[in-house]
């Protein structure tokens, strides 16, 4: 495949908008910098530029006309509640917020993208660059819908990518079919009468054995409620009850909090239901009351073949590395646009090493890898081309 003579131009520029949006982190829903300085460049290729869309949304469109439906590419912009200690030249100036998930980087390829498709003739689709804000709140994609971006700018596939630490930089992966995790948010009080542990702890309910053997009943629903070969995940990560200066005291509430991951629509269903019988049947054993509350905040991620099948031989058409990508039970708000639309999802590499792209997202030393910029505005152009034949 060809490029622009002005493509290492390109990615230099993409890479200096990279690092200032790094500098400069928004959270979740306060993302207007961002969209300020998406829309502008959108602007400066030529692009029609649409503002404001389920919040700071921005949609750039390239309008090439045909009878074939139109495409989305989407990159996410919103950084997270993390204090950065990265070390880098360019590190947040924004305290408590960094980009420790990659978001610039995907915004800066997409951009990069959008300017080297805008002066490519050979691209024959119309193609709308979507910037999403609120992925990490797992709200933002929803909220675009919701304001109409599909009746708005109506598409037939959808795209999305995001960087991969512990994958080499240059190297690619995806898969077919379920790929990340629906994730949501569970919690369970149990309450009933308290009293004195020491002296009279039979006429009280004990309400710390009761989210005890909650607890535990947890793993019996993963083994005995669902089939082996389906991945669940309930975990509890806080346990609210009592008062740490009065240890003879019995409360009379407690509260513990989770998370629950699956692949499936109906397994989040079975789920939610498995969660209120176990509290149900706990409560009425220990002789207190239970209630149970469960949100879905993602969706599960599922990729269509087709979609992906063109994703994999646009990388191929590069020739790069391509891997199949293991399923994992992190999670993605693309999802609502997988749900929505026949799209695929790709996965690049962000460096193996520590300190030059290897370290974990969401880790307050991680940093986008700049050497990945080229091969993901190559990806997006190779993609453009290869649907321009489809």
């Not at 030529?46 to 990159?75: D, K, Q």
């Not at 999305?160 to 919690?187: D, E, W």
């Not at 990560?237 to 513990?256: D, F, I, T, W």
């Not at 693309?334 to 969401?362: R, W, Y």
Request: proline fraction near 5%; glycine fraction near 12%; hydrophobic fraction near 40%.
């Amino acid at each position: 495949m060809t490029f622009s003579p002005n493509f290492k131009a390109l990615c230099g520029a993409m890479t200096e908008v990279r690092r200032d949006l790094h500098a400069h982190p928004e959270l979740s829903l306060e993302e207007a910098r961002t969209a300020d300085i998406v829309a502008r460049h959108l602007e400066e290729s030529g692009l029609e530029v649409t503002r404001g869309i389920g919040g700071h949304g921005v949609v750039g469109s390239l309008r090439r006309g045909g009878n074939r439906p139109a495409v989305i590419f989407r990159a996410d912009m919103d950084a997270l509640a993390i204090e950065e200690a990265s070390g880098v030249a360019h590190t947040s100036r924004n305290a408590g917020v960094m980009h420790a998930c990659g978001h610039d980087g995907h915004t800066a390829m997409l951009l990069g993208a959008a300017r080297a498709l805008a002066d490519d003739p050979s691209v024959t689709r119309d193609i709308h660059f979507v910037f999403q804000p609120a992925e990490e709140r797992y709200c933002g994609a929803q909220r675009m819908i919701d304001d109409g971006l599909l009746k708005r700018f109506p598409c037939g596939t959808a795209f999305g990518l995001h960087n991969a630490p512990g994958l080499p930089v240059g190297t690619f992966a995806t898969r077919s079919g379920p790929m990340m995790a629906a994730s949501g948010i569970f919690s369970v009080v149990f309450t009933g009468m308290g009293g004195h542990g020491g002296g009279r702890p039979h006429l009280a309910a004990d309400l710390t054995l009761a989210l005890a053997e909650f607890t535990i009943g947890l793993q019996t629903v993963i083994r005995r409620g669902f089939s082996p070969l389906d991945p669940i995940v309930l975990t509890l990560g806080s346990v609210q009850g009592g008062n740490e200066n009065a240890s003879n005291v019995m409360p009379a509430r407690v509260k513990a909090t989770g998370t629950m991951r699956c692949f499936t629509q109906d397994n989040c269903t079975l789920i939610e239901t498995a969660l209120n019988d176990l509290a149900e049947r706990v409560a009425l054993l220990n002789g207190c009351d239970a209630k149970v509350e469960a949100v879905w905040e993602a969706r599960p991620l599922v990729t269509d073949p087709e979609a992906t099948e063109i994703a994999r031989t646009a990388v191929q058409t590069l020739g790069r590395d391509l891997n199949e990508a293991p399923m994992t039970t992190g999670a993605e708000d693309f999802s609502d646009l997988t749900q929505a639309l026949p799209s695929s999802f790709m996965l690049i590499g962000n460096g193996v090493e520590k300190g030059a792209g290897g370290d974990a997202l969401h880790a307050p030393t991680y940093d986008f890898n700049d050497d990945a910029i080229p091969h993901g505005i190559a990806y997006w152009t190779a993609l453009a081309r290869q649907l321009s034949q489809t």
